[in-house]
């Protein structure tokens, strides 16, 4: 079975920000993760990314907050989840 796109989004919030969502199923869990998803959420703001959720290869679930690109680790629990905590951390950066 291929990846199937279930998630292919790029929506404008400000004039300075938008946010763009890519999440995948996939047949196996990527490396490092225990899930069937593979995704990517950025929240880029006067054209920096300034929040990033994904699971590369071999990272597994993480997240990159700030223009210095800290990276911490994403405890991934569901798809739900997942777009809630990054809309949470959006609505925190946009204040």
Request: proline letters at 4%.
């Amino acid at each position: 079975m291929p990846a199937v796109a279930i998630h292919d989004i790029r929506r404008t919030l400000t004039a300075e920000a938008f946010v763009e969502l890519k999440v995948w199923e996939v047949p196996e869990p990527v490396r490092g993760s225990d899930h069937q998803y593979k995704y990517r959420l950025v929240l880029v703001v006067n054209e920096r990314c300034v929040l990033r959720y994904d699971n590369e290869a071999g990272k597994g679930d993480h997240k990159h907050v700030g223009a210095a690109e800290l990276e911490e680790p994403y405890h991934f629990v569901s798809r739900q989840q997942l777009l809630d905590d990054f809309f949470a951390d959006v609505a925190t950066l946009l204040r």
